[in-house]
């Protein structure tokens, strides 16, 4: 996928003007907010949760190495296969040479983004392989040409209007704006794919080293169709992902569901361990797990190991308000809100991806709702220190900077510094008490007042009494 | 003879000092009437956190080095910003562990309070007399709230003054959209955040909006202004410290 991040601000403008990505915007902070808080006020443990698993995911990336390969050794035993992928580029090949393999032509797809990561739908397109995207969101996003906006409703910057249009357009069926008509209409459209595909593709939420089993948390059901009915089953999934045992995993369940959508648990929660036995009813005749490191194992080891503790629950997005601001589209790649802007920059380079790490206020929402403890401010100052280090921040930012610490290291200098600016605020504003224009400062004084000093500074006052 | 009373540096903080010095003068009020002797400390400027934020480490850590050695002595150090205060206690990540500077930025850490919260523990409401008379609602910037758990702190403290009724607005534990440089960075993003806050502002029905940190204050009150909002804003201190001779934030001097 394009990376177009270094159009954040650009796009925001835009976003802020769009009164039907803003309608849409409106729904999603009305919606998961609240319905986490009630899920998590019903479950009085959940904090105690929270750091559990905070303990569990820091002990697993350290043995990082040792649950993989268990998780492999298991897999193999069940009579599946591990392929293991540095690169999002192995990934795809690897996934387009099992296709071919099945001589497949049609694939259904669960949701997954790491096959957004990994730019999959594409890849394999251009080579001949028609990718199916089954998960309604991902379903109306495919139709429309268009990309995820957050990674566990991916839709959620359309609204039921928008979907009416794609859905009118693309099934050639009379217009309807009926949820329960639409949904219909959806249905019969991808029973016959479901049918169809020679491969299914779906990601996973945890691999269970201990069985060599993965999990689909969903609540489409799609998912199982997409994994049961063809002859092939992949799963795409990023290593941090592995869990001890089935008890961990379940750990993680009751935490992932309420921080995610306020429910207690999702719909279907179904595991997947290889390929059909002998005397099973159902299920794929082959079972492939395409393991993507794609720059996750760098991480191990650095500040940013913390941030491989995440369960793409979606919860720092949902609360965050830059985010709520301007949608998920804006941050221009896969991962967007508080997570994306500590992802992204390891994924597409911070010479890319400088803006986002720094559209935040810090403001902490995010750390306090996330599941697993991640403290994503501080991971994002980590990206801006980086920054900094590199020359990269923009040259006004730097020589500002520079400027203004130049007389904050000097207390004598700032106090005169202080006295001059506060003075000639306070002229310019004159008895009107505040300004409504101030050059170079159009930043402030475009959108608000800036408020001028009450008198002179502190410092002055206070010497003056205490002479 | 009498004991000595114990020592408060007074962390003025930059926007105090260069945009509302009342802000310093009510919070030694409140201190001296707590109990305490306060001083300022002159080799004090800024935390150093538009430093910190911006990824200049260099500078973040000369500035914590000055504040350190600027408050050396005294039993507390007390600010009226939980966002400054919060600066403080990020001091002793900018050091490594076997740097003497660590053990001293700790050990600033353990006695620097932002002032509420200082005053929930040290002063007896009992002696709050503030003249205060009206609605008010409060907003709780995020550094304080999430980073130093202020919340209760302030709001008890109102409870001990009579006159004032206070009406909570929606969404009041959500960011206003200052963020230091965040606010000029991204001034589109920031516009929407701070527009939502007066609204929700607007829709309490108070007459004046209270704040324990003045880079949000500022910019609500500034968008207040803008917007033609006749809601006034004050720190918090002003009205328990009854230093109320002041316009608010951004008002129209008095003739």
């Known amino acids: 996928?394009?990376?177009?991040?270094?159009?954040?601000?650009?796009?925001?403008?835009?976003?802020?003007?769009?009164?039907?990505?803003?309608?849409?915007?409106?729904?999603?902070?009305?919606?998961?907010?609240?319905?986490?808080a009630a899920a998590v006020a019903r479950l009085p443990e959940f904090d105690q949760l929270r750091d559990q698993a905070r303990d569990l995911k820091n002990h697993i990336l350290e043995h990082l190495d040792l649950y993989l390969e268990e998780f492999e050794r298991n897999v193999t035993a069940n009579g599946g296969t591990v392929h293991w992928c540095r690169s999002a580029d192995d990934a795809r090949r690897t996934?387009?040479?099992?296709?071919?393999?099945?001589?497949?032509?049609?694939?259904?797809?669960?949701?997954?983004?790491?096959?957004?990561?990994?730019?999959?739908?594409?890849?394999?397109?251009?080579?001949?392989?028609?990718?199916?995207?089954?998960?309604?969101?991902?379903?109306?996003?495919?139709?429309?040409g268009d990309h995820p906006s957050h990674i566990v409703a991916p839709?959620?910057?359309?609204?039921?209007?928008?979907?009416?249009?794609?859905?009118?357009?693309?099934?050639?069926?009379?217009?309807?704006?009926?949820?329960?008509?639409?949904?219909?209409?959806?249905?019969?459209?991808?029973?016959?794919?479901?049918?169809?595909?020679?491969?299914?593709?779906?990601?996973?939420?945890?691999?269970?080293a201990e069985t060599g089993s993965t999990i689909i948390c969903t609540n489409e059901g799609n998912g199982d169709l997409t994994q049961t009915l063809p002859k092939t089953h992949i799963v795409v999934s990023s290593i941090e992902k592995v869990v001890p045992t089935l008890e961990d995993m379940t750990l993680f369940l009751r935490l992932l569901a309420r921080s995610a959508t306020g429910q207690e648990f999702t719909v279907y929660n179904t595991l997947s361990s290889g390929p059909r036995r002998p005397g099973d009813q159902d299920g794929p005749e082959q079972f492939h797990v395409v393991l993507v490191d794609n720059g996750r194992s760098?991480?191990?080891?650095?500040?940013?190991?913390?941030?491989?503790?995440?369960?793409?629950?979606?919860?720092?997005?949902?609360?965050?308000?830059?985010?709520?601001?301007?949608?998920?589209?804006?941050?221009?790649?896969?991962?967007?809100?508080?997570?994306?802007?500590?992802?992204?920059?390891?994924?597409?380079g911070i010479e890319n991806a400088g803006l986002l790490p720094n559209a935040s206020t810090f403001c902490g929402k995010c750390e306090e709702v996330c599941p697993v403890r991640i403290p994503l401010p501080k991971l994002m100052r980590h990206w801006r220190d980086r920054e900094f280090e590199q020359h990269l921040s923009p040259a006004g930012v730097r020589y500002g900077l520079k400027f203004w610490s130049f007389f904050a290291r000097r207390p004598a200098l700032y106090r005169w510094f202080a006295g001059s600016g506060n003075w000639v605020l306070r002229l310019l504003a004159g008895k009107k008490g505040r300004l409504g224009k101030l050059p170079l400062a159009g930043g402030w004084t475009d959108h608000r007042d800036l408020p001028a000093p009450s008198g002179k500074t502190f410092m002055q006052q206070w010497e003056a009494r205490n002479r | 003879m009498a004991t000595p009373r114990p020592r408060v540096g007074l962390f003025v903080t930059c926007l105090a000092d260069m945009f509302r010095p009342e802000v310093a003068f009510a919070s030694v009020k409140l201190l001296e009437l707590a109990g305490f002797d306060v001083e300022v400390p002159r080799r004090q400027t800024c935390c150093g956190q538009?430093?910190?934020?911006?990824?200049?480490?260099?500078?973040?850590?000369?500035?914590?080095?000055?504040?350190?050695?600027?408050?050396?002595?005294?039993?507390?150090?007390?600010?009226?910003?939980?966002?400054?205060?919060?600066?403080?206690?990020?001091?002793?990540?900018?050091?490594?562990?076997?740097?003497?500077?660590?053990?001293?930025?700790?050990?600033?850490?353990?006695?620097?309070?932002?002032?509420?919260?200082?005053?929930?523990?040290?002063?007896?409401?009992?002696?709050?007399?503030?003249?205060?008379?009206?609605?008010?609602?409060?907003?709780?910037?995020?550094?304080?709230?999430?980073?130093?758990?202020?919340?209760?702190?302030?709001?008890?403290?109102?409870?001990?003054?009579?006159?004032?009724?206070?009406?909570?607005?929606?969404?009041?534990?959500?960011c206003c959209g200052f963020g230091g440089t965040f606010c000029v960075k991204y001034p589109d993003i920031s516009n929407r955040m701070v527009s939502n806050k007066s609204d929700n502002i607007r829709a309490t029905g108070a007459e004046l909006l209270l704040g324990g940190d003045l880079g949000c204050l500022l910019n609500m009150a500034g968008k207040l202004k803008r917007d033609g909002v006749s809601v006034e804003a004050r720190h918090v201190v002003e009205v328990l410290a009854d230093m109320l001779d002041t316009p608010p934030i951004g008002a129209e001097k008095r003739a």
């Open chain 1, 1 to 36: 996928m394009e990376v177009r991040s270094p159009e954040f601000k650009q796009a925001a403008r835009i976003a802020l003007q769009d009164a039907n990505l803003q309608q849409a915007l409106g729904n999603l902070k009305a919606g998961f907010p609240g319905k986490r």
């Open chain 2, 50 to 174: 538009p430093a910190f934020n911006s990824g200049d480490r260099e500078d973040s850590a000369a500035i914590a080095r000055q504040t350190i050695e600027a408050f050396d002595g005294f039993e507390y150090v007390v600010g009226p910003s939980g966002s400054c205060i919060g600066m403080l206690h990020h001091y002793p990540e900018l050091f490594a562990d076997n740097d003497p500077w660590h053990q001293r930025a700790v050990q600033l850490k353990a006695r620097a309070f932002e002032i509420t919260s200082f005053l929930s523990e040290h002063l007896d409401p009992q002696r709050l007399s503030g003249s205060f008379s009206g609605k008010v609602t409060y907003h709780d910037s995020c550094s304080g709230l999430r980073e130093l758990g202020i919340k209760r702190q302030p709001r008890e403290l109102l409870s001990n003054m009579p006159g004032v009724q206070l009406c909570e607005m929606e969404e009041a534990e959500t």
């Open chain 1, 298 to 348: 760098d991480m191990v080891g650095t500040e940013l190991q913390e941030m491989l503790r995440c369960i793409r629950c979606s919860a720092c997005m949902n609360h965050c308000p830059v985010y709520g601001a301007v949608g998920g589209q804006t941050y221009g790649w896969v991962y967007p809100g508080p997570m994306g802007s500590v992802l992204t920059p390891q994924m597409v």
């Open chain 1, 95 to 144: 996934i387009l040479d099992i296709c071919r393999a099945q001589g497949a032509k049609t694939v259904t797809k669960g949701k997954s983004m790491v096959s957004e990561e990994i730019g999959l739908n594409d890849y394999l397109e251009a080579h001949g392989v028609t990718p199916v995207e089954t998960d309604l969101g991902e379903y109306i996003l495919q139709l429309r």
């Open chain 1, 155 to 208: 839709a959620i910057h359309l609204t039921l209007n928008d979907v009416a249009t794609a859905f009118h357009e693309h099934h050639k069926r009379p217009r309807s704006d009926d949820p329960a008509v639409l949904m219909q209409e959806a249905r019969e459209m991808l029973r016959k794919q479901f049918v169809a595909a020679d491969v299914g593709i779906t990601g996973a939420n945890f691999l269970i």
